[in-house]
């Protein structure tokens, strides 16, 4: 086991992982910009280091600077957390030629997978059903020509990373110039990689993911399915395990698909395989996560597996000490994300509490929300028995948790749990206005 690891990372999942490693034993390492040099993280951590100024490409994409700190604190393994630089296999080349563990998939898994129009080619060979698509496209009138062979309307999206960005809605070909432009323009910004591919759009359709875990060793695990289908923009609002579109017999098939997947790639580390689940009841495979999403705090809270810690351990050749036989997935968790709408400082946090509610935050009182990074303040998640009961649950968290001094969307997150669609499951990814 590693005796320190460096955190890559910012925001509430840097302070989630820094907590998994004080359990461990684990000591941290923490780096911060400039705009960051008070928050939470810092604080926390056994160790921390300015590395650059408030924009994420002087600091927290600074690969070189992340590097050269790492080996200086003393730390075995850098820990990328999501986002940033978590499925960038430049940066985990560089962990390797210095003699640091990168904590995600190993190197070549990396080069593989992380270029997702090349991705789905390999899952075409696993038995899941890939959406039509193509590799990456070089130009507006190459992705035209693909979508007409395919037919509109299309998806185009960038090859390199996540998080709803360089991603664009086609409707018709006078579109796909522009659309082209912007996102691969955007995926430069968020990745630093602008290649696109384009795959057909299937509506009306749910988002519907899987999480694993595999090891070094070929053991593999799926900790079941979150239905991530409230979205805006393509970002995540709200998310849930199990989903209530899933049947028994669905996810059971899904699972023992998924495990066979990545057994058949060659994974290591923990993953997510993305579909869309169309209304005949046909499952989708849209892209594979190679990292740790934000959302994987719900499938923790319903399995009761610690899905950092099992990083980590993986990272360091720790093998699975459980079976797919092992997994419980009884119960009920919904997640809602709270997000900023406006810049300025914390002036009031509370939390809410009682059994099972958990709120993964980097707030405390004086925090500065700046302008520079993502507008994600935390997680509410809670779980119960039942569907039913973990939706009054959270209803009653979301009226309790105050944060004062930035505007936020609570009061959003209470409508949607109030919604009568999505208190019948019975909701897609138009729930939130999106076509």
Known sequence: MFSKILIANRGEIAVRIIRACKEMGVATVAVYSEADKNALHVALADQSYCIGGSEASDSYLNENQIISTAVLAGAQAIHPGYGFLSENAHFARLCRKNGLVFIGPGLESMERLSDKAILKELIRHTGLTVIPGTKAVSSAEEARKAADTIGYPVMLKACSGGGGRGIRLIRT?????????QASSEATSAFGDGSVY???????????????????????????????????????????????????AQREKMIGLAVEAVKKIGYVGAGTLEFLLDQDGNFWFMEMNVRLQVEHCVTEMLTGVDLVKWQIRIAAGIPLNFTQQDICMQGSAIE????????????????????????????????????????????????????????????????????????TNIKEQLRIVEDDRFISGNYDLTFMGNR
Do not use: W
Not at 173 to 181: I, K, P, Q
């Open 198 to 248: 384009l795959e057909k759009y299937i509506f009306p359709a749910r988002h519907v993911e899987l999480q694993v875990l595999a090891d070094e060793y070929g053991n593999a695990v799926c900790l079941g399915e979150r239905d991530c289908s409230l979205q805006r923009r393509n970002q995540k609002l709200v998310e849930e395990s199990p989903s209530p579109a899933v049947t028994g």
């Open 336 to 407: 809602c994300r709270i997000n900023a709408l406006s810049c300025g400082t914390l002036q009031m946090l509370h939390v809410p509490g009682g059994p099972s509610v958990r709120f993964d935050t980097y707030l405390i009182a004086g925090t500065a929300v700046s302008p520079y990074y993502d507008s994600l303040l935390g997680k509410l998640i809670v779980f119960a028995k039942t569907r039913e009961e973990t939706l009054r649950k959270m209803r009653a968290a979301l009226c309790e948790l105050v944060i004062d001094g930035i505007s």
């Open 173 to 181: 070909a006078d579109e796909m110039e522009e659309s082209y432009l």
